[in-house]
């Protein structure tokens, strides 16, 4: 979808983090928070999604992601276009559900 020259794009992030002492798990909260902070909505546990008016913008989350990693963690983040999201088969036990639809306001920058 186009407007006015942006790509609607969803960053998806996907993190393996340690949970093994006390001090790992906080660090752990404190990247989901960041997650959280910036807009980030959890899809699946580790796993988390944003949606973002344009590449440009895009590229600011990622940024924000790597800056919040933990030390001792892997993040792995990637962009899809409203229409590969669209694409995307979620299954429940044996019955198709539809993904989550795009958020319904225009973010403006």
């Known amino acids: 979808m186009h407007l006015s020259g942006y790509r609607f794009m969803w ?3 996907m993190f393996d983090l340690p949970v093994d ?3 790992a798990r906080r660090r752990y909260a404190r990247f989901r928070k960041a997650l959280l902070k910036d807009g ?7 796993v988390y999604i ?3 008016a344009s590449r440009e913008n ?3 989350h990622m940024g924000r ?3 919040a990693v933990p030390p001792d963690g892997e993040v792995r983040v990637l962009t899809i276009t409203d229409k590969q ?3 995307m088969r979620v299954f429940w036990g044996k019955v198709r559900q539809p993904p ?3 958020p319904a306001q225009l973010e403006l920058f």
């Open 100 to 102: 989550e639809p795009a």
């Open 58 to 60: 895009a590229e600011v």
């Open 85 to 87: 999201f669209e694409r």
């Open 11 to 13: 960053v998806v992030a």
């Open 40 to 46: 980030f909505a959890m899809m699946q546990f580790s």
């Open 65 to 67: 992601v790597q800056a």
């Open 50 to 52: 944003r949606h973002c």
């Open 21 to 23: 002492s006390k001090q």
